[in-house]
């Protein structure tokens, strides 16, 4: 995932939750994954990365975007 380390910082620091250990071992649903990430505040790492307009390249298929050397 382009943002998991923002997600999985925030994780900790707000909900003291470690993500890979739940998530990895199923013990966490989408709809409380999604909950979360949903709820995490505007200082949040996930929330400076998603608003800016730049990281969108990685998150949408943007041909341009991508570099790979055929």
């Not at 649903?29 to 909950?35: A, G, I, Q």
């Not at 790492?45 to 998603?50: F, K, L, T």
């Amino acid at each position: 995932m382009w943002a998991w380390g923002t997600i999985e910082a925030d994780f900790q620091r707000y909900y003291n939750i470690n993500i890979n250990q739940l998530g990895f071992s199923n013990q966490i649903s989408w709809r409380r994954f999604l909950s979360l990430v949903r709820g995490l505040p505007i200082d949040s790492a996930w929330y400076r990365w998603n608003s800016d307009k730049n990281n969108r390249r990685y998150a949408e298929w943007v041909p341009d975007a991508i570099d790979i050397d055929i």
